[in-house]
């Protein structure tokens, strides 16, 4: 069985089954000789009533009960005889009633037998009786030493107070002894019942006291320990029967904790002895980390309710007591400094629920106050603890000493992090009470931090954020009092007031820069600035020292929004409503908020492009190009019409002197255009975005060209805009009529301009614009190109039509001879590629189109090339020759291909060794078919390839057709070296090659032969 449930939670299973050794109670149980004395035993119960009125009826027979050990016990019949006698006189009563008995009985036996016999046996019968009296008398000696013992320990009010002398004595008396098992017997129930009345019930704590007073009674007793053990064991085994019958869950948590509470007294009273003295393991089946948890949680109850006692006062005097109870509980430092922790972190969440009952209370006459007292007792208990830690005899010091922490505690969390907040952050405004903060404060503080479990940045906003109340105050007072005004140095009079605060100097000059916005916005909410406002704005930056760029940002956020406002109204009042008064409106507002006029500009420049997105946007969403360059149209003439004017009123010009300046200006861009862009005067629709002197006065005055979607547009899209309207200026205006028909309106110069002045609004530079005139003629010419070039032949007839073409897109002479080389050579590609790959071009033609300077290298394929190598080499080695010329194969060849050589040589290896034992196999089948010069040039093969890779001697089934083959082969009247070649590679000897040129007729040759063999 597991007893786990004996001492683990209460929320383990109850009710397990038993093993028979539990059920058996006989084992360990004390013996007990004299059953009369078992009826006046008294047994204290263990057992947990589960109803308060058990629990009341239980208390009120104890109290009843003279003590803990019952009532007196009475002596009956002989054993008041042998209390009444002292050893030696029951010793000589014994004599001599023994010898009175043998005298009596020979004297009777003689007197009635006659004979000495008779007398001898009445002697023995007599003898024998009072020898049995004696025996009786004497055996009951132990039960009355027991009785006397028990009657003795109960007439104590207090047992503790039983001497060991006082025990030794009854048992000398009557001469007994503690082996005696009567005598012992009682000693153990003597014993059982004070342990049983020692340990408290299940519901109960242990005192601390009980191991001390079990040891000093077990002492007086004079028990031996295997016996206590015993006992010890027996009242575990009550403890389980009871168990088994209590049906109640909470009288079975009882039950359990009473059993561990056995376990840890029983312990401690035996020390180390008890690993063998008391075999919990064994008896009950628990484990030895059980037994362990069970001593644990036990001197963790009794060193928390010492740890009870401990208050915020805690000296030197207190934490070596507790160290000494931690000791004499047997609780390792590790548990008891957790403990110690625990206790010290719930003292101190007192005070902080104190604490945040006063500062969120309704009531706060003295709210702040107590809250800080209540801070305050916090942080001393830390600094008392942290001392104690560093004391010279911390070491015996209960464990646990330091600085206290909230982590595994009830502020523990995301929750009451808030809660804490706001703690820090009273004790932080009350820190800077005075106006200032003192050093002793700022360790408070970190120490507060600490114990709160705030992070760095927590603390420090809370911090900023109560410094910048404080130092705004500050400089307030010092502004008014005119302290900052009369300081020597405004920047040294603001950092050490920073100093004293221990206030970022970069917050502050945050401050700084707010509070001069909050008076710009004052000054500006009438719409502009007077010379009294920017000398006050002035006054302020001296004052506190703010940089001009901070000055600048600030008016352009402020005073910028108020002008983009009045920008916004006079963009929306459109091409018709951009009059005098708006324009006055303008002006006012560029001049009397004290703007400069980049940012002026540059607010005005996001507004005006936001319109022209818009307008780009409209133009896109058209369903025709004709919609598409009239949505362009509309954003040109809003640029002229609007928008010019609009710059020309910020900038404070008048229309007239825009104009001068513009004509001034224009030619000297223009003549620099013209210097640059000389080369593409060719270009037609280039030639006509630049129109004559009179066009431009017809048109009237320019555009302004200083805003622009260079920004706001990627590249290819301005230039797909410029491009849409350069071929409305092309094709002119599309209108469709009916059945399907449309009819294009030819447009004058005039919208060249436009497009001009459209290129200006896009940001696109001369060498862009010229580049989309350049494409899209390019585009042109390439069209018809294809169609007059389609079979890549050029001719002088279509020479002659392509400079037509070329003069009618207007595209240059080098870019249309580009186009045309592009054409031809494609053309030139495909047809080559297709050569090669139908095997129609050979190295004599790739030679002659490389002398004539034909690129192959972009023409063909790199893989075509080695295919042409592959193919040029299998026809060497298929020439049946015999020849072999290396330079030309391994580096003419590759040269010409552009190909790799050493991969070429791969090649020509790998072609070699598989050409070779093939021309052998071929050189036989033609032999069988009697084809001898088909023989020749196989074997011929066979040698070129062994020029290529030098092979070892052929092996072949039938030799005589190797020796055939060799004279074939000298009858053809080789070169002396083929011959000997071929020798060596048809494996024949010197011998048999001798003999065969002697008798070379021996294959027949001719026709008339053949038919006489046939």
């Not at 604490?355 to 008392?384: M, Y």
């Not at 005004?485 to 007031?497: R, V």
């Not at 080789?974 to 065969?996: F, H, N, T, V």
């Amino acid at each position: 069985m597991n007893l786990s449930l004996q001492i683990t939670s209460p929320t383990s299973t109850p009710h397990p089954l038993l093993f028979p050794h539990f059920i058996n109670p006989s084992l360990h149980r004390i013996k007990i000789s004299n059953p009369k004395n078992r009826n006046f035993r008294y047994r204290l119960s263990i057992t947990r009533n589960s109803t308060p009125q058990q629990q009341q009826q239980q208390i009120s027979t104890n109290n009843n009960n003279q003590n803990v050990f019952g009532g007196k016990k009475e002596l009956s019949g002989i054993q008041i005889l042998v209390d009444s006698l002292s050893p030696s006189i029951r010793l000589a009563s014994s004599v001599v009633i023994v010898a009175g008995a043998i005298a009596a009985g020979y004297g009777l036996g003689f007197k009635f037998g006659g004979n000495r016999n008779t007398g001898l046996g009445g002697a023995l019968a007599l003898g024998a009786a009072s020898s049995a009296a004696v025996y009786g008398m004497n055996s009951c000696v132990p039960d009355v030493a027991a009785v006397n013992l028990h009657n003795y320990v109960a007439g104590f009010d207090d047992p503790t107070e039983l001497d060991n002398q006082d025990v030794v004595k009854i048992a000398e008396r009557y001469g007994v002894s503690k082996q005696d098992e009567a005598f012992n017997a009682e000693l153990c129930e003597l014993y059982s019942g004070f342990v049983s009345s020692i340990l408290p019930p299940g519901g109960e704590n242990l005192k601390g006291n009980e191991v001390e007073t079990i040891i000093k009674f077990k002492s007086a007793l004079g028990i031996d320990d295997p016996d206590a053990a015993a006992v010890h064991m027996e009242i575990g085994r009550r403890i389980f029967r009871q168990r088994l019958e209590t049906g109640d869950r909470e009288d079975d948590i009882e039950q359990r904790r009473a059993f561990q509470k056995l376990i840890y007294v029983s312990t401690l009273v035996f020390g180390e002895a008890s690993a063998f003295l008391l075999p919990w393991k064994r008896v009950f089946k628990i484990t030895n980390s059980q037994v362990e948890v069970a001593i644990r949680d036990c001197a963790q109850r009794l060193y928390s309710s010492r740890l009870k006692s401990l208050g915020r006062d805690v000296d030197e005097r207190e934490l070596i007591s507790l160290r000494e109870a931690q000791l004499q509980y047997q609780l390792s430092d590790e548990l008891a400094a957790d403990m110690f922790r625990e206790h010290t972190r719930t003292l101190v969440e007192q005070n902080i629920s104190t604490a945040l009952d006063i500062l969120k209370s309704r009531i706060r006459a003295r709210g702040p106050a107590q809250v800080i007292e209540e801070l305050d007792k916090i942080l001393a208990f830390s600094n008392q603890l942290m001392y104690l830690r560093n004391h010279p005899e911390a070491s015996r010091f209960a464990h646990g000493l330091g600085p206290i922490n909230l982590l595994g505690g009830e502020y523990d969390g995301d929750r009451k992090m808030d809660d804490l907040k706001l703690l820090y952050r009273a004790y932080v405004a009350e820190s800077f009470s005075s106006g200032r903060i003192e050093e002793n404060k700022l360790v408070a503080l970190n120490h507060l931090k600490n114990i709160f479990g705030l992070g760095n940045r927590e603390a420090e906003a809370i911090m900023s954020e109560v410094a910048s109340k404080v130092y705004r105050r500050r400089l307030s007072q010092a502004v008014s009092s005119g302290d900052l005004e009369a300081a020597d140095s405004k920047a040294t009079f603001l950092q050490n007031l920073c100093d004293e605060l221990h206030f970022d100097p970069q917050m502050a000059s945050d401050i700084h820069k707010d509070i001069y916005q909050q008076k710009l916005k004052q000054l500006v909410a009438k719409g502009e600035l007077s010379e009294e406002d920017v000398s006050a704005l002035l006054r302020l930056r001296v004052m506190l020292c703010i940089p001009q760029k901070t000055v600048e940002t600030a008016h352009s956020d402020i005073c910028g929004s108020l002008f983009e406002k009045v920008v916004r109204d006079a963009i929306a009042s459109g091409v018709d409503g951009y009059d005098a008064d708006v324009r006055a409106s303008v002006r006012k507002a560029a001049h009397g908020l004290r703007l400069t006029k980049d940012a002026a500009m540059d607010i005005a420049s996001k507004a005006v492009r936001k319109m022209f997105v818009n307008y780009i946007k409209l133009s896109r969403a058209a369903g025709s190009r004709t919609e598409s360059a009239r949505e362009l149209k509309k954003m040109i003439a809003f640029n002229t019409l609007v928008v010019t004017e609009l710059v020309a009123d910020i900038k404070g010009e008048t229309t007239d002197s825009d104009v001068d300046t513009k004509s001034e200006e224009e030619p000297v861009e223009q003549t620099k255009e013209l210097e640059e862009e000389e080369e593409w005067e060719s270009i037609q629709t280039l030639r006509k975005t630049r129109p004559s002197q009179e066009l431009e006065a017809k048109l009237g005055k320019p555009s302004q060209t200083e805003i622009n979607l260079k920004d706001d547009l990627s590249l290819r899209d301005r230039t797909e805009l410029y491009q849409t309207y350069l071929m409305y200026c092309i094709t002119g205006e599309v209108t469709k009529i009916p059945f399907g028909a449309q009819i294009a309106t030819k447009r004058d110069n005039s919208e060249y301009l436009l497009l001009n002045q459209l290129g200006v609004l896009l940001g696109l530079t001369g060498k862009e614009i010229v580049e989309v005139h350049r494409s899209l003629a390019e585009k042109a010419f390439r069209q018809q190109a294809e169609v007059i070039l389609a079979d890549g032949q050029l001719t002088k007839a279509r020479i002659d039509q392509l400079n037509e073409v070329q003069k009618q897109v207007g595209l240059p002479a080098e870019h249309a001879q580009k186009v045309i080389k592009t054409i031809t050579r494609s053309k030139m590609a495909s047809a080559i590629e297709t050569a090669v790959s139908q095997g129609r071009l050979n190295m004599k033609q790739i030679r002659e189109l490389k002398e004539a300077s034909v690129d192959l290298d972009t023409m063909i394929s790199e893989s075509l090339r080695e295919n042409l190598f592959k193919k040029t080499v299998d026809e060497i080695f298929s020439s049946g020759t015999g020849e072999f010329d290396e330079e030309e194969v391994y580096t003419k060849i590759p040269l010409d291909l552009s190909i790799n050589v050493e991969k070429a040589k791969t090649v020509v290896h790998e072609l070699a060794k598989a050409r070779l034992s093939n021309s052998l196999i071929q050189a036989v089948a033609l032999l069988r078919q009697r084809n001898h010069s088909g023989v020749v040039s196989s074997l011929n093969n066979m040698l070129t390839c062994d020029k290529a890779v030098p092979a070892e001697p052929l092996s072949w089934e039938v030799p005589e057709e190797l020796s055939d083959l060799y004279v074939i082969y000298l009858k053809s009247d080789p070169a002396p070296e083929k011959l000997s070649r071929l020798q060596y590679l048809l494996g024949i000897d010197d011998d048999s090659a001798s003999s065969l040129r002697e008798t070379g007729d021996r294959i027949p040759l001719g026709a008339e032969e053949e038919e006489f063999v046939f």
